[in-house]
């Protein structure tokens, strides 16, 4: 009986135990989004032009404590800009979305005014 009631107490130890991971891993996962844009016509972030293959990472910890919290990076995975954010609420998105406007008059530049990733109610303003 000993036996029986010391193997039950394990499993239901191991149990709990794979469920505070799991629930961990979950709740990490949403501190950091990223994803990866294809600007097929020339974008102003900032101060660079975007063209070509970008990925961009948001980091809520580091929104938090105020620092820059949005990473761009080229397809070679070098840092291209980065900047602290301006949350504002907006509809679910259904896709990553860029929001941007027209720089000037005729064949300016677009300019990226800001981003929301997929599933998320938060867009991020570009400063």
């Known amino acids: 009986m000993k036996r029986l009631l010391f193997t039950a107490s394990m499993l239901a130890a191991l149990v709990i135990t794979i469920g505070v991971f799991t629930a961990h891993a ?41 620092q820059d919290c949005t990473y761009v990076y080229d397809a070679s995975g070098k840092l291209v800009v980065s900047f602290h954010c301006i949350p504002i609420e907006r509809k679910k998105a259904t896709g990553f979305r860029v929001l941007t406007v027209r720089v000037g008059t005729g ?3 677009q300019e990226m005014k800001e981003f929301q990733f997929y599933g998320s109610t938060e867009a991020h303003q570009v400063p």
Not at 37 to 61: A, M, S, T, W
């Open 107 to 109: 064949n300016g530049p």
């Open 26 to 66: 979950r709740t990490e996962a949403k501190k950091t989004q990223r994803a990866t844009v294809e600007f097929n016509e020339p974008v102003k972030l900032l101060n660079v032009i975007l063209k070509g293959q970008y990925v961009f990472v948001h980091d809520e910890e580091k929104m938090a404590a105020g």
